[in-house]
């Protein structure tokens, strides 16, 4: 009886770890150059790192792998890492801080218990230390320039900004919970809500009207919005000026985006602007502000900010390119020790020499290879090339490097 994989886990196949391969090398080059440091978390985390910040939505937190790690008759309830920011929060925390810009990074899996994947890779990116627009703006520039880097695009960013989401409930006069619980509703991506609001305050009402529209993609579109509600509604200005910052700086680096209220999606944990990256329809990434974080898992008043790409999805998009490879596969002509030996030592240099060369273990499909190189006990090397069918029969590996380098 064959034994299935777990249910909504995934193999990685050789074709699947190739492209998973590209996007890590790719997002790790492009993190180093910007000046970020890689850091690792581990697997495990104590369940009350996320549920004492109350920084994951009552839905999000009701998917995480949590179960009880004995330790003697007593025991810490533990949850397989759900997701990246929150732990690497606790990792700065207990090993880092200390006042100065800290950018780190990590290539990562989380879990969360749903029908079709459980277990998600993400490439995550965190400037921690910095509340300038331009932090901000540094991390939708780094994730398009990885996913630019990756062939993928056109991108379209999406804009929107968690102060104001708040502001906007706030202005409603609900209770905190009431509050709380629409916010998570947004952030889970059901925005029914929002449009669902009903108020008799003409201000509120015209404000709602006017965000809830909002899908401009330029800071001159988001002035005409601040004068039309700072004065009226002045809890909305500073999240209204903040958003135009950060647009304004988008512009002047030629970044495309789109200002989009209702695309707001996240966690509970994010306070300032929040972006979505999307290719065609797919979202493959996100990220956003979240100022609060670092001081609910019990750290000092620290801003941060960050974002994630989504390695599942990019899989699914990136095109691998076609380079050809020598490929070349070593044949002994005998069984003897030192014909075998000849084998190994020639099949070194070649590899050396920055070569595919594979030891013949009985390969069926010997078309796959560019070459064909036969080993003898004594006398003298025989060469195929399979494309021509030329035979070279040669003396050392130094001839055979040259033959084969003669192709390239």
Known sequence: MKVPRCKGMHDLLPED?????????????????????????????????????????????????????????????????????????????????????????????????????????????????????????????????????????PLEVKLCHAGLIKALISELGWGATEQTEIFDQILEGDIKGLGEIKTEDADLKRALTILLDVTGSSPGFLENVRSLLGKALPRFEPSLSNLTSIAELLSAMDCPYQIDITSGRGFEYYTGVMFQVYVSTERVGGGGRYDDLIPLVGGPPVSASGFALYVDQLMEIVKME???????????????????????????????AGYLAELDQGQKAVGDYRWVLLVPSKDLFRLTDQTTGEISELTSAAEILMIVGETE
């Open 17 to 153: 770890m190739t492209k998973f391969r590209r996007i890590e090398e790719v997002f790790r080059g492009c993190c180093l150059k910007w000046g970020y440091e890689e850091v690792r978390t581990p697997t495990l985390e104590y369940l009350h790192l996320f549920t004492a910040t109350g920084t994951l939505t009552p839905g999000m937190l009701g998917r995480v792998y949590s179960f009880l790690d004995w330790d003697g008759w007593s025991g810490e309830r533990v949850v397989l890492r759900p997701e990246g920011t929150i732990p690497a929060a606790r990792l700065y925390l207990e090993n880092i801080e200390g006042g100065e810009i800290t950018k780190l990074f990590y290539v990562e899996n989380t879990f969360s218990f749903e029908e079709m994947r459980r277990e998600r890779w993400q490439c995550g990116a965190e400037l921690i230390g910095s509340s300038h627009p331009m932090a901000d703006v540094e991390l939708v520039m780094l994730a398009s320039e990885v996913l630019g880097k990756l062939g993928i695009g």
């Open 322 to 352: 076609e380079r050809p490879c020598q490929r070349i596969l070593v044949q002994s002509q005998g069984s003897d020790v030192k014909g075998l030996k000849s084998c190994f030592e020639v099949a070194r240099s070649l590899r050396e």
